[in-house]
């Protein structure tokens, strides 16, 4: 392989191996937090929270809460929104709070993606192309709740 060859086949690998590198490093990063407004009790299971667009009638709030998609391997809109809502109920749950109030569910920019690649030839003619895509993940935030379990039952 000549140093020619060597070096373009360097610069068509740079661009994957930098963006493994940024999935890598946001992987890494914290997806959810909470704001504590009530008493937190024993961490429960997230199966066990349940997901309110509208309180129940009797109900304690624990905590606001807040999460995204970010990190994910989610592609589709759907499956961005349902690894937002299992992060928020991971967060309620380890704060003992058996439901969540949806507030607000939205799209959120993190930036683009972008490359390029550009040819040039021994006579000066040179050409070349770019692409750029934004990058979304989804956000929420909601209130955690404890509902009682005699709440429920007359729910």
């Given at each position: 392989?000549?140093i020619?060859?060597?070096?373009?086949?360097?610069?068509?690998?740079?661009?994957?191996?930098?963006?493994?590198?940024?999935?890598?490093?946001?992987?890494?990063?914290?997806?959810?937090?909470h704001?504590?407004v009530?008493?937190?009790?024993?961490?429960?299971?997230?199966?066990?929270?349940?997901?309110?667009?509208?309180?129940?009638?009797?109900?304690?709030?624990?905590?606001?809460?807040?999460?995204?998609?970010?990190?994910?391997?989610?592609?589709?809109?759907?499956a961005?929104?349902?690894?937002?809502?299992?992060?928020?109920?991971?967060?309620?749950?380890?704060?003992?709070?058996?439901?969540?109030?949806?507030?607000?569910?939205?799209?959120?920019?993190?930036?683009?993606?972008?490359?390029?690649?550009?040819?040039?030839?021994?006579?000066?003619?040179?050409?070349?192309?770019?692409?750029?895509?934004?990058?979304?993940?989804?956000?929420?935030?909601?209130?955690?709740?404890?509902?009682?379990?005699?709440?429920?039952?007359?729910?």
């Amino acid at each position: 392989m000549n140093i020619r060859s060597k070096n373009h086949f360097l610069r068509l690998l740079y661009v994957p191996v930098c963006l493994l590198i940024v999935g890598a490093l946001t992987a890494c990063m914290s997806t959810s937090s909470h704001i504590l407004v009530g008493h937190a009790r024993s961490p429960i299971s997230p199966d066990q929270v349940q997901v309110y667009l509208q309180p129940p009638q009797r109900y304690e709030e624990i905590a606001m809460i807040d999460s995204s998609s970010r990190g994910g391997i989610a592609v589709t809109p759907q499956a961005k929104t349902d690894k937002m809502i299992d992060r928020l109920k991971k967060e309620a749950a380890s704060l003992g709070a058996n439901g969540i109030v949806l507030r607000d569910v939205a799209d959120q920019s993190t930036g683009s993606v972008g490359t390029g690649l550009g040819t040039a030839t021994g006579n000066h003619t040179a050409m070349g192309t770019g692409v750029s895509a934004n990058v979304f993940v989804k956000s929420g935030s909601a209130v955690a709740i404890y509902v009682s379990p005699d709440a429920i039952s007359n729910h």
